[in-house]
């Protein structure tokens, strides 16, 4: 949908994941869209995604993340990339970094854009057996190259016990990664096998200031939320969305699984999770490495 004669609203929500693709090199096993080599790039046309970009820049979104499945692999990447810094969004690409393009490393280098990735483990056969794939060394490889590069990258660390944990942390410091961040599996896609999602896995951020648009065109509260669809682009302006009383009520109901109510959410009872703001779990990492999808404040951990 074009922003062509529409009356852009304001909107609260800040951020925004722009899920392009469920196409990607790997076949993780607990990707939370069960995305793999098979996966499409859904119905959402270029025009749409520019549309979206231009609503959403309009209306009030100043940070945007490029996900998916391996974004880079859907075919107008570059130039949604592009236009978001154009138009003056921040961007953070969330890539697994098997296989960047010359073209890309020139993209990733521009103002205003920043990396994410996912690390496995240090040691290559255990990464490996979680993407299905011989990976671990071009993402290691790439990890080190976009340093070089100085273009800022944050890696995320997923679902490993505690040791391996740590010397995943010490093996990426040793290569000059600062900002790392690491959190359990949450059952969502092909990590939930044959199970309903369970709102109980999410981390607490859900519609806070943010949404996702997936590659249907539908927008949800988060990326691991997208069951809950509350609209979609080809029937209506994002911005009228991100407003609608649908999104309050899919949060409100998050709300309501999570015990806090009507309450303040940050005076709850501690929740055995790392959850935004969460005051009193010494478990949590600090906020700022708290964002598997975001590059603000506390977000849904990988």
């Avoid at 290691?140 to 942390?169: T, Y």
Wanted: glycine share 8%.
């Amino acid at each position: 949908m074009t922003t062509e004669a529409l009356a852009i609203e304001q909107t609260n929500v800040e951020f925004l994941w722009l899920d392009l693709t469920r196409k990607c090199q790997l076949s993780c096993l607990h990707c939370y869209n069960a995305s793999g080599p098979d996966g499409s790039h859904g119905d959402m046309s270029r025009e749409d995604w520019l549309g979206v970009l231009d609503q959403a820049s309009a209306g009030g979104v100043r940070d945007v993340q490029f996900i998916g499945g391996e974004p880079s692999m859907h075919p107008h990447f570059a130039e949604l990339v592009d236009h978001a810094l154009t138009i003056g969004l921040a961007v953070e690409v969330y890539s697994n970094l098997v296989h960047v393009s010359p073209v890309h490393w020139r993209l990733f280098q521009r103002e205003r854009l920043s990396l994410a990735t996912s690390y496995y483990s240090r040691k290559a056969p255990d990464h490996n057996k979680v993407t299905g794939r011989p990976s671990h060394a071009r993402t290691r490889a790439n990890i080190v190259k976009a340093l070089a590069l100085g273009i800022p990258i944050r890696v995320g660390i997923v679902g490993i016990d505690s040791e391996a944990i740590e010397e995943a942390k010490a093996d990426l410091r040793s290569i000059g990664v600062s900002r790392i961040g690491a959190d359990r599996i949450r059952e969502f896609g092909r990590a939930c096998g044959e199970q309903e999602p369970d709102a109980a896995n999410l981390c607490g951020g859900c519609g806070d200031g943010r949404a996702v648009v997936d590659p249907s065109g539908t927008v949800a509260p988060c990326v691991f939320s997208t069951w809950m669809g509350v609209g979609n682009v080809h029937d209506a302006p994002l911005t009228s969305i991100l407003n609608s009383p649908e999104l309050s009520e899919a949060v409100s109901s998050l709300h309501e699984v999570w015990g806090w109510g009507n309450k303040d959410k940050d005076n709850q009872e501690c929740r055995p999770d790392c959850v935004p703001k969460n005051p009193c779990d010494p478990r949590c990492e600090p906020n700022s490495a708290c964002r598997p999808g975001t590059p603000t404040t506390c977000r849904p951990r990988f």
